[in-house]
């Protein structure tokens, strides 16, 4: 069992930036896959960024893309997504989520983190 716990989220103003974290209880963080999530008011929860066990390798969503970093730092069992260039339109409820590289059905999930971007 893992547990996720993100951290990080906040109001900032448009073109602003936040670093949010998602901590995981479970020694063995090396061994997951991890996504970042948003989900805004009345819209379905899509990806935003992922990055392998390694860290050797990331994804973003275009919309995303020169904006936002994903990195991980595997002996504190945490990953980040730092923000820049924050828009209006990034605001929603961020979530991590894990899947074990061993076993693609074992997933978890964070209780998500807000972020709004408004003036």
């Known amino acids: 069992q893992v547990q996720l716990v993100e951290s990080g989220g906040g109001l900032v103003q448009p073109g602003g930036s936040l670093r949010l974290s998602c901590a995981a209880s479970?020694?063995?963080?090396?061994?997951?896959?991890i996504h970042w999530y948003r989900q805004a008011p009345g819209k379905e929860r899509v990806p935003v960024a992922d990055?392998?066990?390694?860290?050797?390798?990331?994804n973003y969503a275009d919309s995303v893309k020169g904006r936002f970093s994903i990195s991980r730092d595997n002996a504190k069992n945490t990953v980040y997504l730092q923000m820049n260039s924050l828009r209006p339109e990034d605001t929603a409820a961020y979530y991590c989520?894990?899947?074990?590289?061993?076993?693609?059905?074992?997933?978890?999930w964070g209780q998500g983190t807000q972020v709004t971007v408004s003036s």
């Open positions: 479970r020694a063995a963080f090396s061994v997951f896959f």
């Open positions: 989520h894990a899947r074990a590289l061993y076993n693609p059905s074992e997933t978890y």
């Open positions: 990055i392998t066990p390694d860290g050797g390798s990331t």
